[in-house]
């Protein structure tokens, strides 16, 4: 039983030359809470700004993939690690151990496995990405659209949305395995796209520290015989990772910002929050004589937009009128406004109402 103890406790804590558990899921984190921040911040830019800045909302996912391949093919060529390993003094070190073992972090990995490295970073997360809004689009068009007789894409269409919540389910618990496994020493890797890229985790050793500093350091001096070619190469070398050191230094300062936005955002803040930053109630609706006698209906029971006995009644938050459900959907999806008071709404604003008969 202490043998058992012993060893569960040198899983978890790591042991020379291995990160701990909570070292390798902790660096796992850090990439995945910048995403969402950098999608907020460009969204608030698109909408402060759609004419200059909506480009940013819509090629999102292609801009921050190419801005996260520059980024870690940096770390990957100077540190053989990601930045957010990095971050936690970790490298890479390749499955086929040999001379791997010993190599410097400064050298970056064998060419194979940097490649495989920026693939499992780059490609994945985006596709990953985009299959999870295909399926989201997907099933809110198929909630609401009117279906039609059974087709070949169809049948391909049913399958796709009936599969990828189980597909998804068992991409999740293959990542929860190989955590499992690596906690009680089963394997060497903490993740299966580790294991795809031929690669493990390691601790920064003080000579990766020494041969990194170094590196980052090191100015060539130019002699006087070089040739001009060789002087502007130096020179945009030298541009190139001032550019990519103050980048890092940028992020690794705007990590710990989101980091303390999270912790402020939290549920246990929350109340916190709506004190301090709450609004008054704001008042009722203004009831236009004019515009109210020509478009709402005479009898409560019917609907202001399609002039109908109302079906699946729901109220628009915003100002409290009724409508049928699927007028109100497509109204506010397509206008972001109420029909009759032409406050902005959105989706979330809908709230179906049940009778006591129903």
């Keep these: 039983m202490a043998e058992r103890g012993a060893h569960l406790t040198a899983g978890l804590s790591g042991s020379a030359g291995r990160p701990s558990i909570f070292e390798v899921v902790a660096q796992d984190t850090l990439m995945s809470a910048v995403r ?14 759609p004419a200059r800045y909506g480009f940013l909302w819509r090629w999102f996912d292609e801009i921050y993939a190419l801005l996260d391949l520059l980024l870690q093919r940096h770390y990957l060529s100077r540190t053989s690690a990601s930045f957010s390993e990095n971050f936690y003094s970790l490298k890479r070190i390749p ?33 990953k990405v985009k299959l999870d809004r295909l399926f989201a689009r997907l099933r809110e068009e198929d909630d609401y659209a009117i279906h039609l007789p059974e087709s070949s894409w169809k049948r391909l269409y049913k399958a796709f949305l009936a599969a990828y919540p189980f597909v998804n389910m068992g991409w999740e618990g293959w990542f929860l395995i190989y955590r499992l496994l690596y906690i009680f020493g089963r394997t060497q890797s903490h993740s299966p796209l580790l294991r795809a890229a031929g690669v ?11 041969g990194i500093e170094q590196s980052s350091s090191s100015v060539s001096v130019p002699s006087s015989s070089e040739s001009v070619v060789g002087k502007l190469t130096s020179f945009l070398g030298k541009a190139v990772g001032g550019v990519a050191m103050s980048l890092s230094t940028g992020v690794s300062v705007g990590v710990f910002f989101l980091q303390f936005l999270e912790w402020w ?31 709402l209906p005479r009898l409560k029971t019917m609907c202001p937009l399609c002039n109908k006995i109302r079906t699946n009644d729901t109220a ?18 397509r206008h972001q406004r109420c029909p009759v008071t032409g406050y902005p709404s959105e989706l979330q604003h809908l709230v179906k109402l049940y009778s006591p008969e129903a």
């Design 95 to 127: 499955l086929d151990g040999g001379s791997g073992l010993w190599r410097l972090a400064s050298h970056g990995l064998p060419r194979t496995q940097h490649w495989r490295s920026l693939l499992v970073i780059i490609a994945v997360p985006y596709v």
């Design 316 to 333: 628009l938050a915003t100002s409290g009128y009724v409508f049928c459900y699927r007028c109100a959907y497509s109204y506010v999806k």
């Design 265 to 295: 955002y939290s549920s246990e803040n929350q109340e916190t929050i709506k004190s301090l930053s709450s609004l008054p109630t704001p008042p009722p609706p203004v009831h236009f004589d004019r515009l109210t006698d020509k478009t």
């Design 200 to 210: 493990r985790l390691g601790n920064l050793t003080p000579a990766d520290l020494q």
């Design 36 to 49: 969402p921040a950098a999608q907020h911040a460009c969204k608030v830019l698109a909408e402060s700004n």
